[in-house]
């Protein structure tokens, strides 16, 4: 699940500037409401599948909400401004990325990672925290030591 970029506008001294907050996955809640589609299409149910446990994933371990009105509240206090803000420590890695490689290898990566062909979800070991016998993939894509954070494999 992808955040959508944000504009924000404030008034300085020589006109107006924008800048644009790219958040990353924040712990919002938001997977709570979500609703399965009542059609299903049979070419999706794979990829489908892999989202129903990831997605939830990667925002359950997502970064704290608060950052983002921080980010916005110094931004607006700020005499010079940047165009783009990436906020939290996923949106702030990709930034990093597409800046240190091409596009396509970044797009490859992400499908490699996220789009793992004939991948089934071993359920005991998300149950259970032991994310490493998840295989590579998905220890790469959860391990939040990648991003500064605790690691998933001592449960909580």
């Not at 958040?23 to 149910?45: C, M, Q, W």
């Not at 793992?116 to 005991?124: H, I, T």
């Amino acid at each position: 699940m992808e955040s959508k970029p944000v504009a924000l506008v404030t008034g300085a001294s020589r006109g107006i500037s924008a800048s644009i907050l790219e958040p990353g996955l924040f712990r919002t809640g938001i997977e709570s409401g979500l609703v399965d589609a009542d059609n299903h299409i049979e070419t999706y149910k794979p990829l489908r599948d892999r989202m129903h446990v990831l997605g939830p994933l990667g925002l359950q371990h997502g970064d704290d909400p608060s950052i983002i009105g921080m980010t916005a509240s110094r931004i607006l206090k700020a005499k010079h401004t940047r165009l783009r803000y990436p906020i939290g420590k996923q949106a702030q890695f990709m930034s990093l990325a597409l800046r240190l490689a091409p596009y396509r290898w970044i797009e490859s990566f992400m499908t490699w990672l996220y789009v793992a062909p004939k991948w089934k979800p071993d359920l005991e070991a998300l149950e259970s925290g032991n994310l490493r016998s998840l295989g590579v993939r998905r220890y790469f894509l959860l391990n939040r030591d990648w991003f500064g954070n605790a690691d998933l494999d001592k449960k909580k």
